[in-house]
């Protein structure tokens, strides 16, 4: 029910802007969030939603990336700015619901030096 999409390869210092389409309905939604999972770590939080209007970042990516929504179109946005080398990973988004979590198949973001 979630789709990404918008990765790519990019210089350093590059931006872009990932996207993730929501099919369906989805009821009882808790949270939006982006994850990302760089070759040999775990899956890390990025960024979240919580609440009608609260946005939150992990320490990493505060201040360069954004998360926004259109909730008519049911879609989420991550906008990238300042990419270092150290955000390459799998980029994925997900909502988590009372009835449970749900993921889109990831994309690719890799940032060259």
């Known amino acids: 029910q979630l789709q990404a999409s918008g990765g790519g390869l990019v210089q350093a210092g590059g931006s872009l802007r990932l996207s993730c389409a929501v099919s369906?309905?989805?009821?009882?939604?808790?949270?939006r969030r982006w994850y990302r999972q760089a070759p040999g770590k775990e899956r890390e939080w990025v960024a979240a939603f919580t609440g009608s209007s609260t946005v939150n970042y992990a320490d990493s990516v505060k201040g360069r990336f954004t998360f926004s929504r259109d909730i008519a179109k049911k879609m989420l946005y991550l906008q990238m700015n300042s990419l270092e080398p150290e955000d390459t990973a799998v980029y994925y988004c997900n909502i988590n619901s009372g009835y449970g979590d749900y993921w889109g198949q990831g994309t690719q973001v890799t940032v060259s030096s």
């Open positions: 369906g309905n989805i009821n009882g939604i808790k949270a």
